[in-house]
Structures are given as structure tokens and as C-alpha cells.
């Protein structure tokens, strides 16, 4: 069924064809990088990241320089490169932007757009715009290794085209996203990537095409759900099991949890059961693990909590303290994980994975062995035996419990510790839409199954 964006007020699922709200995305029939078909389920917003199943690992060197980089920041009056350079990267009013020419009266206060134009374009559930003290428009390049002139979508080169060209051809066509808000804000920014290269570069044709779907096939209560509608998105802020049933069908899955736990003491979630992070990040493990055991060529991936600026010690969000947005960076160099949400999933990695062995400085690889019916935490499994869904207990008879599979590590927190690149200036988690800065995640993306799977 063909529908136009926007909806009823209907709990349901969308599937499209490029882009859609939601958690979790189904790239369907994606052919060659000329006629790219890339279909998007909007389901859950619950953060998990799965790519896994790798082989024999290779050489990560470009995905260990790729982390060491740094942002470098040409403000207007952008001199550096002709108009030529610049059409082949910017829409002509972005163009004046970078010029110094025609700036919106107030960043913060532009209109949300669906054409993929920067800053202006809406993510998720934000508007356009950019509403952070310090803000200005920029051509921005990610540089790797410190000194080395290769940088993120220069010439227009696109790596959003590249990881969708790699997934179609690999027969991967599936790619999911389970996650929050900002996940969310990735699949727009996908989608933003791609209709900005079949405008500028006329390399990818997109279409779109949505149907609907019941969800919570168990009857989940929905108080404890968020519907929006217009986008028609399906939201959850936390480990969730009984959203594996619409993932039953990908082959790459992508998962995070943090931002709605406490970021303090035991980390309890704020949404759901309450449970601490480290329970829900063994139980969306032990998911994760079962999902690439169960079917050969599947991969899972965990992505990074991206950070926060809100005026604290730490820069996350606690209730009455955070008012406004700070420019401090949280960017360390020590090898410690930016967010505490990432220094609590690196230390459940590393007490119940094993890391192979590899060249990075940090491991993107973790072998882990689980009991898939352990009823330690919230499982699926748990899920499925406290509600007595028969059909589901079913799939676990006769099946090898103690399984391991292999998880490969995101790590993109380094990449939006820009301060300045926040939604506004008292919502410091959420980031306005800057194109080289989703091309720099996507390619990163890119390189990990690429080097190391």
C-alpha cells in the first residue's frame, strides 16, 4: 500500500522505501549504486546495534586512523575552494551560507525541511536548525591521520553510498536500527545523505513506499510506549525484548542503550522495568548473540552513546542541574570512553566477552558466549516464559543453549563532540543536521564491516 508521509493516529509500523521514522530499518531490493532501493522499517526505538558475524579479522589500520582524526572547522568567508568545488558538496543557498552571504536571522529558528539541506533539514523528532550559543555555518572536514589531507565526502564522494553499495552487494539488504531518539536522527540523516547525492551527484534514485503493520504482537501495554505521529514513528527508551519479533526478518542490526538510564551509581533505566544498564546490556547481548548464531552471513552491531554538553561536570542530563547547553568537549585522549553509559558497556564487554586480538588501539571485535535462556535478566527468552508465549518458547526446544557469536564495536562518541552542533540550546543531546558530519559515522560504519568482517 503506497501512502504519503504523515498518518492517523493508528498504532503502526511503517515500512518505506528510503526513509522512514523509526527505530528500525529495512534497506529492501537495493541494486546497484545507480537505482539504490533502500526500504526502512520504522519500528522500535530502542538502543541496540548489531553487526556481527565476521570471519578472519583484517587489517584495521584505516579504521585505527579513521579514529585518531580530528574535525577541522572553515568558517565563512569560506575562500579555500572554487564554486565548481563547492556545487559538487552544497546547495547553491548553502553555498551563500559559506560564502558569508543570506544567514537566517536566528539558526535555531529555521523551519524543519525534508530536502536534506543542512541544519535546516529535520532529524528525528527535531526541527531544523541549530540553536546553540557559538553556532555559525561551516565546511567541515573530518581529517585522518593528524597532517593527512583525506578527508570525509571530499570530491563528492559519498561513504553513506559506499556502506548502502557494500550492504546490496554483500546481500545484506536488511540493515536495522533499534534505538532512541537518536537513532532515530540517524536513519533521517541516512536519508538526508542520500537524497543529497541523487541531487547534487545524480547518483542514487530514491523512491518511497510504506505500508503498515500491527505491532506488539503480545499486547505490551501501550502506556508504556510513545507514539508520534506525522512522522508516524514508533519509539522505546530501553532494552525492550519484545521488539525482536519485527527483527526476525534483518541481517545487520544495529543497538545502543544509555541515554534514558540514570547516568550515575547502578544506571537504572527510566522507562520500562527500571533495570540497571549493565542487566539490560547482558540481556540485549545475549539477544544479539542468538540473532547471529541462528543464521549464517547475519551481523550485529553495538554503536556508541554519543555525547552529551549540558552544563554539568560530566556534560550528561540530570534533572534540575542541566539548563543549558556548555562548550566544554568531552573528548579525552586517554583511552578512556566518552560517556559513562560507554565506560559501563566497555566493562560488561569486557567481564562477559573476550576481545580478539587485533592491531586497533580498541578492540571492534567481541566473541561472547551466552545461555540464550537464562533468566538472569530481562532475555528474550525470560520475556517470553514469564508471559507463557507458547509459539516463542517453542523456537527453544531442541536448539543449542550455550552459544557464542561475534559483536562488532561502533565507536562514533568522538565524532559528534562538537558542542556547537546541538539541536538547541537547552537540548543537548539531539544534533542538527551537518552532512559531513553523518558522511564521518557512516563511514566509519563502512570501514568496520569492511576491515574487520
Request: hydrophobic share 30%; with cysteine; net charge neutral.
Amino acid at each position: 500500500m503506497k501512502k504519503h508521509l504523515g498518518g492517523s493516529k493508528r498504532r503502526m509500523i511503517l515500512v518505506a522505501t528510503v526513509a522512514l521514522a523509526g527505530g528500525l530499518i529495512l534497506l529492501e531490493s537495493i541494486s546497484h549504486v545507480t537505482d539504490l532501493k533502500a526500504s526502512y522499517m520504522a519500528v522500535s526505538d530502542t538502543a541496540q546495534s548489531v553487526l556481527a558475524r565476521g570471519k578472519t579479522s583484517k587489517t584495521c589500520k584505516p579504521l585505527n586512523d579513521h579514529e585518531s582524526g580530528q574535525w577541522v572547522h572553515h568558517r565563512p568567508n569560506l575562500t579555500m575552494m572554487s564554486d565548481e568545488e563547492l556545487k559538487k558538496m552544497y546547495y547553491p543557498e548553502e553555498i551563500d551560507w559559506l560564502r558569508g552571504r543570506n544567514w537566517p536571522s536566528n539558526w535555531g529558528g529555521l523551519n524543519r525541511r525534508r530536502d536534506g539541506v543542512m541544519y535546516g533539514s529535520g532529524m528525528g523528532n527535531q526541527k531544523g536548525g541549530a540553536g546553540v550559543d557559538g553556532f555559525g555555518p561551516s565546511h567541515s572536514e573530518w581529517v585522518y591521520p593528524r597532517g593527512k589531507e583525506e578527508r570525509d565526502g571530499e570530491q563528492g564522494r559519498s561513504p553513506t553510498v559506499k556502506l548502502i553499495k557494500l550492504l546490496a552487494e554483500r546481500k545484506q539488504s536488511n540493515f536495522c536500527f533499534a534505538g532512541d531518539s537518536v537513532d532515530y536522527q540517524l536513519l533521517h540523516s541516512l536519508r538526508n545523505n542520500l537524497q543529497r547525492q541523487q541531487k547534487l551527484q545524480s547518483e542514487v534514485t530514491i523512491e518511497y513506499e510504506m505500508e503498515t503493520v500491527p505491532i506488539l504482537p503480545d499486547g505490551e501495554s501501550a502506556s508504556k510506549q510513545s507514539i508520534h505521529t506525522g512522522d508516524l514513528i514508533y519509539q522505546q527508551y530501553g532494552w525492550s525484548p519484545w521488539d525482536v519479533h519485527w527483527m526476525k526478518d534483518c541481517d545487520v542490526v544495529s543497538v545502543n542503550l544509555g541515554v534514558h538510564y540514570s547516568p550515575t551509581g547502578n544506571m537504572y533505566g527510566k522507562w520500562y522495568y527500571g533495570q540497571k544498564l549493565w542487566d539490560d546490556t547482558m540481556a540485549a547481548i545475549t539477544y544479539l548473540v542468538e540473532f547471529v548464531s541462528a543464521k549464517p552471513k547475519r551481523v550485529a552491531v553495538w554503536r556508541s552513546v554519543l555525547p552529551q554538553h549540558f552544563d554539568t561536570d560530566s556534560g550528561n542530563y540530570i534533572k534540575s542541574k542541566s539548563l543549558s547547553c556548555d562548550n566544554r568537549h568531552h573528548n579525552r585522549r586517554d583511552g578512556k570512553p566518552i560517556q559513562a553509559y560507554n565506560q559501563m558497556h566497555e566493562n560488561v564487554f569486557q567481564e562477559a566477552c573476550l576481545a580478539k586480538p587485533s592491531s586497533c588501539k580498541q578492540s571492534h571485535e567481541y566473541h561472547c558466549s551466552v545461555n540464550i535462556t537464562t533468566t538472569a535478566y530481562k532475555t528474550v527468552y525470560e520475556y517470553a516464559l514469564k508471559r507463557n508465549l507458547t509459539d516463542k518458547l517453542l523456537e527453544y526446544e531442541g536448539v543449542e543453549k550455550n552459544v557464542t557469536g561475534l559483536i562488532l564495536r561502533w565507536n562514533i562518541a568522538d565524532l559528534f563532540d562538537v558542542p556547537t552542533w546541538h539541536y538547541a540550546s537547552t537540548d543537548c543531546t539531539h544534533f542538527t543536521y551537518v552532512p559531513p558530519l553523518f558522511e564521518a559515522a557512516f563511514h566509519r560504519l563502512h570501514m568496520l564491516l569492511t576491515q574487520v568482517t
